[in-house]
């Protein structure tokens, strides 16, 4: 019931930490854990009868929330936590459906941070369990292959402090670059696009071009809470990590797509300048090619003066980053929240701060995705590159500079926004 981490394979224990264990078991840098296998999922389930639920998931996830877990699989959880010292730790699904080939799932199921006592972990676990059956999930599995198996493990890990923190992508073929995201504090900032990060190009033969990004919050752990904080100006402006960290990062990347026999998605975290590889899963949907970007500092430029016309009209381009392929004509959509969203219709142009996971089913009705925030290898544009349709991220001002029912053109192969011509 309860897996060593290092003992942790994919048909037991899910994808993810499959993963995980097989990077563990190769020497690579990934902190220690254990893994509540398929069978306590199964074992917490066997009376429950979900499938009379079908047609009726929140009805399945309330029931899933509101049992207690097993007293024997909580003394479980109490011994293995003792075993690592009982740190923080951090509590993530490790669905079948999760981080194969075939679909990433990213985001869609929950993972939690800063957990501390067997009763907390255990009430994660259960929410892990019972995210199978979240709105989300649903709309996302709808959107790939059904699930016959549908089942979750949940990893539990020592909770890594990341002084910065981001995304890498090994390269697809023997010119590609490795393409890492990077920005200060813990990995959601980055994962969850609520933060542009700095994004970094190594090329095969080593050399390095990034651009940098204002990065105006982190997020750290403060005892068992997760705290948003402002960057210091003078820090927001300054690169994530250094060029040689970047290719030290790259090197890493090619040890586990070695390891894994193919390119990987790859989150990572460093504290006191030390890696830690968090998560690998299979490339399932690459990003545009990068225009290269300038070694120097690059801050992207506040929306230009004159780029409105009468009625919100755009009358110039908008330039962001290309986050998802793809050409596309239709009505911009301002999205803040979930108070928003019976307002999209199909063919909208969803125009957003960033892109929560919880927004996955509004990206099987939209034509495409601007963001005010986030990077290429967020969850959000990894999804949106799943559904195959075009998002330009990181245009500042785009929900105030954008307007409801104007229609505009989306060009998520070069990154730019302009009005739709007549």
């Known amino acids: 019931m309860i897996v060593p981490l290092m003992e942790a394979a994919a048909d037991t224990c899910g994808g993810k930490a499959g993963a995980l264990g097989a990077l563990l078991r190769a020497g690579l840098p990934v902190p220690d854990g254990f893994v509540v296998s398929y069978a306590a999922y199964l074992a917490a389930v066997r009376d429950l009868d979900l ?78 369990w019972a995210s199978l059956f979240s709105a989300r999930a649903i709309g996302y ?20 402090d990341a002084e910065v923190s981001g995304v890498m992508f090994t390269p697809a073929g023997p010119d590609d670059a490795t393409q890492i995201e990077a920005s200060w504090g813990l990995g959601p900032s980055v994962v969850g696009g609520t933060v542009t990060p700095d994004a970094y190009r190594v090329a095969e033969d080593g050399s390095v071009t990034r651009s940098v990004a204002d990065k105006q919050t982190r997020l750290d752990r403060h005892g068992t809470r997760l705290v948003i904080s402002d960057v210091p100006t003078g820090t927001r402006d300054q690169p994530a990590i250094d060029d040689a960290t970047a290719t030290r990062l790259a090197e890493l990347g090619k040890d586990i797509a070695a390891v894994r026999g193919e390119p990987q998605d790859i989150e990572w975290a460093m504290v006191d300048g030390r890696v830690w590889i968090l998560q690998a899963r299979p490339v399932t949907a690459a990003p545009p090619p990068a225009t290269s970007p300038s070694s120097a500092s690059h801050t992207p430029a506040a929306t230009p003066p004159g780029t409105l016309g009468h009625h919100g009209t755009v009358t110039g381009t908008l330039t962001g980053t290309p986050g998802s392929h793809g050409i596309v004509t239709g009505t911009a959509r301002i999205v803040r929240g979930p108070g928003d969203f019976a307002r999209v219709r199909p063919g909208d142009i969803l125009v957003c701060p960033f892109t929560d996971p919880a927004w996955t089913p509004l990206l099987r009705v939209a034509a495409g995705v601007i963001t005010e925030t986030g990077g290429v290898l967020s969850h959000a544009a990894i999804v949106a590159r799943e559904h195959a349709i075009p998002a330009v991220l990181g245009i500042p001002n785009a929900t105030s500079t954008l307007h409801d029912d104007t229609v505009i053109t989306l060009d998520g192969t070069n990154g730019t926004v302009t009005a739709a011509r007549a």
Do not use: I, K, N, W
């Not at 996830?61 to 479980?76: F, G, I, M």
């Not at 690592?84 to 985001?107: F, H, I, N």
């Open 51 to 128: 499938g009379r639920f079908a047609g009726e998931p929140d009805v399945a996830r309330q029931v899933l929330e509101s049992r207690p877990v097993h007293a024997t699989v909580v003394d479980a959880l109490r011994r293995a936590l003792d075993e690592l010292g009982d740190p923080p730790v951090a509590v993530r699904s490790s669905a079948a459906d999760e981080d194969t080939g075939q679909a990433s799932a990213a985001g869609q199921y929950e993972s939690f941070l800063a957990v501390r006592g067997a009763g907390e972990v255990a009430d994660a676990v259960r929410a892990c």
């Open 141 to 160: 599995r709808r959107h790939g292959q059904p699930s016959d198996d549908l089942v979750m493990a949940v990893l539990v890990q020592r909770h890594v």
